[in-house]
């Protein structure tokens, strides 16, 4: 098996995931309530084949936000939420980082293209198959029909779907949605050559690991800043070009911690330095998702609002935001 799927009417990234949810759930099985959440929320929820669908959902939801319900059905499967632009996903636990670092590596990668390749991958359509389907006949199929190469088909392990009726998602996405239950993507690359002379057939996609290539926001402070005094947890204004007496920041955020963190760190003209093993020592995934909301706030105000609900701790060193769970 492959997804669980979930019948859906839109992407999720036009979906309002502080929409108020009321409903009660007694024992449903994780593939039906995902069902019946998407029916209700009409964005694709995608239950990864490695988790049990048969899990027993019972959950009370007195007009809580939709991400909150997600999250914890989540939870409860053993798994975490991956909120991605095209689907929300319920993936293992310690899997939803990768997930969305993929995408947004995918999503870097196609937008280097050229225009005509990037229009192959962008282009958008519904994509259906039915039960006992194999990955690499969809997969040998859907290149065929866009007129591109796929290496690596065969690194694809032999299996048998459930049957799937997928809304509408660009080729790139509903590629990668394929691959991602086996730990797997796809990298893009143009024979620039062919594709100045328009030929789609310069386009290829190789089948990689998941996790190769992409960039990591973490460093490790031992090997690569001299020892010297102990940081302060206070944002200085004197050692930060960003840093401006008296500026405040409004926020209202839903998302990963890490992709919350990274943006922070952006607007701070800083370097993330997320600490992810005292973060997995506490049980905290870097892709859990945080929900804030601070109006001229300070720097201080800001971060502890996004950190402090889960006990983390923070030091600004030169122009690094390290962020960290400190120990018990």
């Not at 929320?41 to 809580?64: F, K, M, N, Y």
């Not at 899997?95 to 670092?101: E, G, K, L, P, S």
């Not at 500026?247 to 607007?267: D, G, M, N, Q, W």
């Not at 330095?273 to 804030?292: F, H, K, M, N, W």
Request: aromatic letters at 4%; proline letters at 7%.
């Amino acid at each position: 098996m492959n997804w669980w799927l979930v019948g859906a009417t839109c992407r999720a990234a036009d979906t309002d995931m502080a929409a108020p949810v009321t409903a009660t759930w007694s024992g449903i099985g994780l593939r039906a309530w995902a069902e019946r959440i998407s029916e209700t929320a009409g964005v694709p929820v995608l239950i990864d084949r490695r988790l049990d669908p048969d899990t027993a959902i019972r959950l009370e939801c007195q007009g809580e936000p939709l991400l909150d319900v997600l999250t914890r059905a989540a939870a409860v499967a053993g798994g975490e939420l991956a909120v991605l632009k095209s689907s929300i996903r319920i993936v293992p636990r310690g899997t939803a980082d990768v997930t969305i670092r993929a995408e947004a590596a995918r999503t870097t990668r196609i937008g280097s293209l050229p225009p005509r390749q990037r229009s192959v991958l962008t282009h958008t359509q519904p994509w259906h198959w039915p039960a006992g389907a194999r990955p690499q006949n969809l997969l040998t199929d859907a290149a065929a029909q866009a007129g591109i190469r796929l290496e690596g088909i065969d690194t694809v392990p032999h299996d048998h779907l459930a049957a799937v009726s997928l809304p509408e998602m660009t080729l790139a996405e509903r590629i990668d949605l394929l691959l991602a239950p086996f730990d797997l993507r796809v990298d893009w690359l143009v024979d620039r050559t062919a594709a100045s002379e328009g030929a789609t057939a310069a386009l290829t996609g190789r089948i990689i690991a998941i996790a190769a290539g992409l960039p990591s926001t973490t460093a490790s402070a031992a090997t690569e800043k001299p020892a010297g005094p102990k940081p302060t947890r206070r944002f200085s204004p004197s050692r930060q070009k960003a840093a401006v007496a008296g500026e405040t920041f409004s926020l209202k955020v839903a998302a990963p911690l890490e992709e919350v963190l990274t943006a922070i760190a952006t607007r701070l003209s800083l370097q993330l330095d997320l600490d992810r093993e005292s973060l997995t020592r506490r049980g905290i995934a870097p892709g859990e998702i945080v929900r804030a909301t601070v109006t001229n706030a300070s720097r201080d105000e800001l971060l502890r609002a996004i950190l402090d609900p889960l006990a983390l701790d923070w030091t600004v060193d030169g122009t690094t935001l390290r962020v960290f769970a400190p120990k018990k």
